[in-house]
């Protein structure tokens, strides 16, 4: 769908994504892997979702978050998603798929796929799963130049696009909050909105990080990261807060439950009769 309704106006996801960034109000974007997944947060009343490519490796693939989702199954999902929901979705595009040439197509490929949003890692290929060890990034020019392609591209197509940058700088080999900082403010100069800087270790962390950039930023709150109140990053001065896999680890739990049990506790499991009602309830506007 690609869009909000708004009375009779359609309001278009990148527009929507935009004033939920560039707004006054902390919000929380779950991770989401397909397009029922994504109606369900819809129907839960959030603004806003993200295609997480941990969740989307791991459920296409059997496979960890290691670089293996392809330029090609990313676009997919993300118009599967995108065709499914009217809120705005933010795509993880992992480090662009390549080089500068490579980051323009992914960039492209994924706009006309109706996403309001996208974002482009620092790490070099194949990339790990942000919480994992032995990472390793690309120098911070080379990731910057890959944010200014992604700037140029979106900004052809759709200047509402919005362009986040993620840096692994503090917990990469050798890495440090200085250096997470540096990369930060480098990519906030390239061209993106916002900036994911992930694996902050501590709130004194966040609100540095939100008090040296000149624009908002977005918090992870999973691994070495604190789990801190939605209030208490709203206080700090974050704008964007995610929950990448928390729906996913929750459904995988169910089913591990459901399948282990043979039948599975029948308390557990979505009635047919609602999830049909869920199902039919758009073929019956």
Known sequence: MSGLQNGAAKVKASTAMRRLVEGTETFVRPGCHDALSARI?????FKAIAMSGYAVSVSLLGKPDVGLITLTETVRMCRYICNAVDIPVMVDADTGYGN?????RTVDEIINAGAGGLFIEDQVDPKRCGHV?????????????????????????????ILMARTD??????GSFQESLDRAKAYAD????????????????????VDALDVPISYNRTGVS?????AELEQLGVRMVA???GAFRASSRALWDHLGEAEGPPAQIAPQARLERFLQAESQE
């Open 169 to 174: 700088g503090r917990g990469a080999m050798g």
């Open 190 to 209: 390239a061209g993106a909105d916002i900036i994911f800087p992930e694996g902050l270790t501590s709130a004194d962390e966040i609100a540095a990080m």
């Open 100 to 104: 500068v040439i490579n980051v323009m």
């Open 243 to 245: 929950n990448a896999i």
């Open 133 to 161: 060890a032995g990472k390793r990034l690309v120098s911070i020019e080379e990731a910057a130049g890959k944010i200014r392609a992604a700037d140029k591209v979106r900004r052809e197509l759709d200047p509402d696009v």
């Open 41 to 45: 947060a819809e129907a839960a009343g």
């Open 226 to 230: 604190p789990m801190l109140s939605l």
